[in-house]
């Protein structure tokens, strides 16, 4: 699709290494993959919450079309709820196994993920993180 060939042109991958507790079991799998061709990932990334084993999974549906979408991952999501593109306000809950969603055309959907994991408290001095 040339939405996705765009978009990897125009914003390349950024890699982080992750610390052993928040790996996936297996190191040859992506993080995702998503049943539909026409949604995309927009964004995986800690929520705003600042709760350490909430994160935010945004998607978007990118060819007009609503459908259907199974969200398949390694991680271990216990929970996972609909919110609001401000990540504050919950929109409803969504079972985790299978994660399903139902996307409108052109929408932008955001769900917060529960992924427990062996976490450190994160120092409030940004040299140390």
């Known amino acids: 699709m040339s939405y996705r060939q765009g978009l990897e042109q125009n914003v390349p991958l950024i ?6 507790a928040m790996a996936p079991a297996m190191d040859v799998l992506s993080f995702f993959s998503l049943s539909a061709d026409n949604v ?11 709760n350490p084993e909430h994160y935010i999974l945004r998607l ?5 079309k609503p459908t259907d979408v199974e969200i398949k991952t390694a991680l271990k999501v216990s929970e996972a709820r609909l919110v609001a593109l401000t990540e504050i306000e919950g ?8 994660l399903r ?6 929408e ?14 994160r120092s409030t001095r940004w040299w140390e993180w």
Request: hydrophobic share 40%.
């Open 15 to 20: 890699a982080t290494t992750l610390d052993n």
């Open 40 to 50: 995309a990932i927009l964004a995986f990334k800690p929520s705003a919450d600042g």
């Open 60 to 64: 978007q549906e990118i060819v007009g």
């Open 91 to 98: 929109l409803g809950s969504v079972s985790p196994s299978p």
């Open 101 to 106: 969603v139902s996307i409108k055309a052109h």
């Open 108 to 121: 932008t959907l955001t769900l917060q993920l529960t992924i427990p994991h062996a976490h450190k408290e």
